[in-house]
């Protein structure tokens, strides 16, 4: 299984950025999806995850309302479209693959290379 992330960039805070994580496997539709993030010496952290059918959602509290964890089956992509970003919301996202949707970042078993967003004040 390969991740390939891409959508990172830099942009003000108030602006917005849709990262999206390609998957080389035709299982993509039986997986659950999660985005992570990693701030400069911090812990990677949980963003977002999204169940193999796209029904159930979950985001860690300082991204809801603001972000939106969403998956295309027929395209084998997953998507994490950001608005409202903030200087906090700065790190490495992450892409990763689970057998059901959890925020435990040690439970997934593949792991996209990551897209650096930076948001400046």
């Known amino acids: 299984v390969q991740l390939q992330a891409s959508g990172g960039g830099s942009v003000q805070a108030g602006g917005s950025l849709r990262l999206s994580c390609a998957f080389s496997d035709g299982a993509f539709s039986s997986y659950a999806l999660g985005w992570f993030r990693q701030a400069p010496g911090k812990k990677r952290e949980f963003v977002a995850t999204?169940?193999?059918?796209?029904?159930?959602?979950t985001y860690r509290d300082s991204v809801k309302g603001r972000f939106t964890i969403s998956r295309d089956n027929a395209k084998n992509t997953l998507y994490l479209q950001m608005n409202n970003l903030g200087p906090e919301d700065t790190g490495v996202y992450y892409c990763?693959?689970?057998?059901?949707?959890?925020?435990?970042?040690?439970?997934?078993?593949?792991w996209g290379q990551g897209t650096l967003v930076t948001v400046s004040s």
């Open positions: 990763a693959k689970d057998d059901s949707a959890t925020e435990v970042a040690g439970s997934y078993d593949y």
């Open positions: 999204i169940s193999w059918g796209g029904g159930s959602t």
